[in-house]
C-alpha cells in the first residue's frame, strides 16, 4: 500500500482557495488520452476507466491522507508523469515528485494508524 498526504498548494483555484493535491489527482484521473503519435483524444478504454476509478474512490475515501493500492499507486503515478500540465509552479514539480516517491506502508500498520 502507497500513502500521500492531501497538501494544499499555493496555486489559487478561485477567490482565496488553494488547489490541493486532491485537485490535481482529479485533474490527471479526467485528462483525456491522446495518441502519441498526433496527439489527438483516442477516449478511454472500459480498463482505463476501471483503474482511473479504483484511484478515484481512494481519494474519495481519504481523511487528510490517499491510501492506494500498489498497482493504482503504479497507475496514478504514470498519469501524473504523462499528464501536460497547464501551469508551470514548484508546487505542481513537488506534487509529481510526491506521486512518484509515495511511502510504502504494510496494510496492517495502515489500519492501525485509522
Not at 500500500?1 to 490527471?28: A, P, Q, W
Not at 476501471?50 to 492506494?68: C, H, L, M, P, T
Request: aromatic letters at 6%.
Amino acid at each position: 500500500m502507497k500513502v500521500l498526504k492531501n497538501v494544499t498548494t499555493e496555486i489559487k483555484k478561485s477567490g482565496d482557495d488553494l488547489l490541493e493535491y486532491e485537485d490535481l489527482i482529479r485533474t490527471c484521473l479526467n485528462d483525456v488520452p491522446t495518441n502519441p503519435a498526433t496527439g489527438m483524444p483516442t477516449g478511454f478504454t472500459r480498463q482505463e476507466m476501471k483503474n482511473r476509478d479504483r484511484i478515484e474512490q481512494a481519494v474519495d475515501a481519504s481523511n487528510g491522507e490517499f491510501r492506494f493500492e500498489d498497482a493504482d499507486a503504479e497507475n496514478l503515478k504514470q498519469l501524473v508523469l504523462g499528464m501536460r500540465w497547464m501551469v508551470r509552479h514548484k508546487d505542481v514539480l513537488k506534487f509529481i515528485d510526491d506521486v512518484e516517491n509515495m511511502e510504502t506502508v504494510n496494510e496492517q500498520s495502515a489500519s492501525t494508524q485509522e
